[in-house]
């Protein structure tokens, strides 16, 4: 992180005139008297910071010359930037003229939460444990968790960070401690459940434009699971073999008709595939085709938690 901090350095000049035997004046000029202060004898900082100096009051013509007593802590430049290295303290030294102005600088590593979970797709009804890492060491963190239901709005006390999930969808397990906030998300993945929103959220566009809702289809859900378990290794509109994906749906048994397919790949979410397949001109007028009539949904979760999703249309 990067700050910029004015930071003065007052320059007192004093010199004798025939108006005045003793006055002081922020001048140019030959010295007799120079003054350095810093506007801050202190300040703090965390490992990474970066402060510039400036020189605010006086001649900005006359050299500085800064210099720091711990460079392994704290690194300063001659104009007068300083970079905060590691956790400690320093003090810096200023120099003009003669005249001498301290620093002392203490630095500390920034506060970070880590959640850690061993993976971010999990199976409905699975334990989750995970750990919250709080750096530097605080006793005091709490963490919540927003579960699928109520449209995520609900939050759920967790005890000993151990979560049962007990709803398909998305979590957010959120961890505060002082003023920093860490979120992170996980899935709870069920076929029926999942699919059975994929149909619901697809017919939900469809009435918004006034479209008639598509109907439930066994034949087309069996053609859909067979094209999902497919294309998590060939992901295409042909089949592995070579063929047409229309033979599945002859495979399946499907009545002949017009037929169609949406295909998608490692989306968490039936809010996230059907949001990407409706950003999506052709995946959109296929969904939204009103001389469909029939879908089907087949949705495949392979062993490192990536979802593969398929719809297969009739007309």
């Known amino acids: 992180m990067i700050k910029i901090v004015f930071v003065s350095f007052i320059i007192l000049f004093s010199f004798a005139s025939a108006a005045c035997s003793s006055m002081q004046y922020v001048v140019v000029g030959s010295l007799e008297q120079t003054t350095l202060e810093f506007k801050d004898t202190e300040m703090l900082l965390n490992v ?18 800064f210099e720091s007593s711990n460079e392994s802590v704290v690194e300063v430049t001659q104009d007068g930037t300083i970079t905060a290295i590691a956790k400690g303290n320093a ?20 506060k970070t939460i880590n959640i850690v979970l061993e993976r971010n797709i999990y199976s409905l009804g699975d334990i989750v444990e995970f750990d919250v890492i709080v750096s530097p060491e605080s006793k005091s963190c709490d963490v919540s968790v927003t579960c699928p239901e109520s449209g995520g709005s609900l939050i759920k006390a967790v005890l000993n960070n151990s979560l049962v999930l007990d709803c398909a969808g998305l979590y957010v397990i959120s961890a505060v401690s002082g003023d920093v906030l860490v979120s992170t998300q996980l899935v709870a993945f069920d076929l029926e459940s999942f699919a059975n929103e994929v149909f619901e959220l697809t017919n939900n566009e469809r009435e918004a434009l006034s479209l008639d809702p598509l109907e439930h289809d066994e034949d087309l859900n069996k053609a859909a699971s067979i094209r999902a378990l497919e294309i998590s290794t060939h992901f295409s509109h042909t089949r592995p073999d070579g063929s047409s994906f229309a033979t599945a749906y002859f495979e399946a048994e499907v009545i002949p008709g017009r037929w169609g397919e949406n295909l998608a790949a490692c989306q968490k979410t039936p809010q996230e595939v059907i949001q990407d ?22 949705i495949f979760m392979d062993d490192e938690g990536n979802i593969f999703w398929t719809q297969a249309f009739r007309g």
């Open 48 to 65: 990474g910071d970066t402060v510039y100096l400036y020189l605010t009051q006086g001649d900005a013509g006359h050299e500085l010359a």
């Open 91 to 110: 003090v810096i030294t200023s120099q003009m003229n003669g005249a001498v102005a301290h620093l002392k600088i203490t630095v500390i590593a920034p």
């Open 277 to 298: 397949w409706m950003e999506s001109e052709s995946h959109r007028a296929a969904m939204l085709n009103p001389e469909y009539l029939y879908m089907g949904v087949g």
